[in-house]
C-alpha cells in the first residue's frame, strides 16, 4: 500500500511540475536581476518590478527554425544572444511576461524592428530617442513601432536615493566619467515597470 501511495505522489508531483513548465514563445520578455554591483543596486532602490521583485535587465525572445534566441541591448550594442546563454547572466530567479491575447498580434512587427536594431550601440547613457539603446528602451520601441503608439509608458527617471534630493554617488561618478549631465526627470522606461504593465501576464519563473 505504501510502495502506490508513494508512485501515486510521484505521478502527481511530476505532472505539477510538467504544468507549471513555461514553453517559451515569439515575444515572451524575460525579467532578470544581474549583479553588477552598485549601479544595480541604486537602479534597484528607484524601481520596482512585479510583486515587488527587483529587475535590472530583460529581452524579448526569438524563435528561428527552432532555436531560441533572446533580442537584447546589452554590453556595448543590441544582440541577438543564444537563449543558454543569456541565463547564465544570473543565478537568481528569472520571470516570463507574455503579452495578453488581444497585443499579440503587434509580436512579428515588434521583433521584426528589434531585429533591425541589431548593432546599434548600448544606450549608456540612459538618454531616450538618440539612436542607442538600453535594455527596456529597445522593448519599448519595439512595440511603440508595432503598435503606432505606446503599448508601455515612460516615466520620468530619478537617479536621487529615494526620500533625498541628493543623487547616488555612483550615478554622479558616472555621468562625470561620461561627461553628461544626469538626466534626472528625463522620460525613461525599466524593466521593472515594464514587468507591472496591464498589457502583459506574468507566466512565472524560469
Known amino acids: 500500500m505504501k510502495t502506490k501511495c508513494f508512485i501515486l505522489f510521484f505521478l502527481l508531483s511530476f505532472a505539477g511540475f510538467s504544468q507549471n513548465k513555461i514553453e517559451l514563445q515569439n515575444g515572451d520578455l524575460i525579467f532578470q536581476s544581474m ?28 524563435i528561428k527554425e527552432g532555436n531560441i534566441y533572446v533580442l537584447e541591448a546589452s554590453g556595448t550594442a543590441v544582440k541577438l544572444t543564444p537563449y543558454e ?9 528569472m520571470y516570463v511576461g507574455r503579452l495578453k491575447k488581444r497585443y499579440r498580434k503587434l509580436i512579428p ?6 531585429l533591425q536594431q541589431l548593432g546599434v550601440p548600448y544606450d549608456d547613457e540612459y538618454l531616450y530617442d538618440n539612436n542607442k539603446y538600453y535594455c527596456s528602451e529597445l522593448i519599448y520601441d519595439c512595440f511603440l513601432k508595432a503598435y503606432g503608439k505606446p503599448l508601455f509608458s515612460l516615466f520620468p527617471m530619478t537617479f536621487k536615493a529615494p526620500g533625498s534630493q541628493n543623487y547616488f554617488a555612483v550615478w554622479e561618478a558616472y555621468y562625470q566619467k561620461l561627461h553628461v549631465a544626469i538626466p ?12 507591472t504593465s496591464r498589457k502583459i501576464r506574468i507566466l512565472g519563473i524560469l
Open 35 to 62: 549583479h553588477c554591483g552598485p549601479l544595480c543596486d541604486a537602479i534597484n532602490q528607484v524601481t520596482e518590478g512585479y510583486h515587488g521583485i527587483d529587475f535590472n535587465h530583460m529581452g524579448i525572445v526569438v
Open 85 to 93: 546563454t543569456f541565463i547564465t547572466y544570473t543565478d537568481l530567479p
Open 109 to 114: 512587427s515588434a521583433i521584426a524592428f528589434g
Open 184 to 195: 534626472e526627470g528625463q522620460p525613461g522606461c525599466n524593466p521593472g515597470g515594464i514587468s
